[in-house]
């Protein structure tokens, strides 16, 4: 069983910066694709960024420029830079991974930017 630890959400003035990391373990295989969603308050999970196997990565256009995602396979591990934050990144941020084509969460850390 997969399972993800996730650390790195803090309160952040707006400017600021946060790196998220994901730890994974459990896994058989190499994860095909590790990324990041989020949640705001009243609002869908969405995309942030994902990075497959290959290093190959995908951005949601409100954060491309401002986040960087990065993994370490050796380590299992995802991680998010995230600078130039604004308040509108408030959101609990989730880590993704896709084993073999099966999906597994972690349990969300939270990220504030004030204003």
């Known amino acids: 069983q997969v399972q993800l630890v996730e650390s790195g959400g803090g309160l952040v003035q707006a400017g600021g910066s946060l790196r998220l990391s994901c730890a994974a373990s459990?896994?058989?295989?190499?994860?095909?694709?590790m990324g990041w969603y989020r949640q705001a308050p009243g609002k869908q999970r969405e995309l942030v960024a994902i990075?497959?196997?290959?290093?190959?990565?995908n951005y949601a256009d409100s954060v491309k420029g401002r986040f960087t995602i990065s993994r370490d396979n050796a380590k299992n591990t995802v991680y998010l830079q995230m600078n130039n934050l604004k308040a509108e990144d408030t959101a609990v941020y989730y880590c993704?991974?896709?084993?073999?084509?099966?999906?597994?969460w972690g349990q969300g850390t939270q990220v504030t930017v004030s204003s």
């Open positions: 993704y991974v896709n084993e073999v084509g099966l999906n597994y």
């Open positions: 459990g896994n058989r295989f190499n994860f095909n694709r």
């Open positions: 990075i497959n196997v290959g290093g190959i990565t």
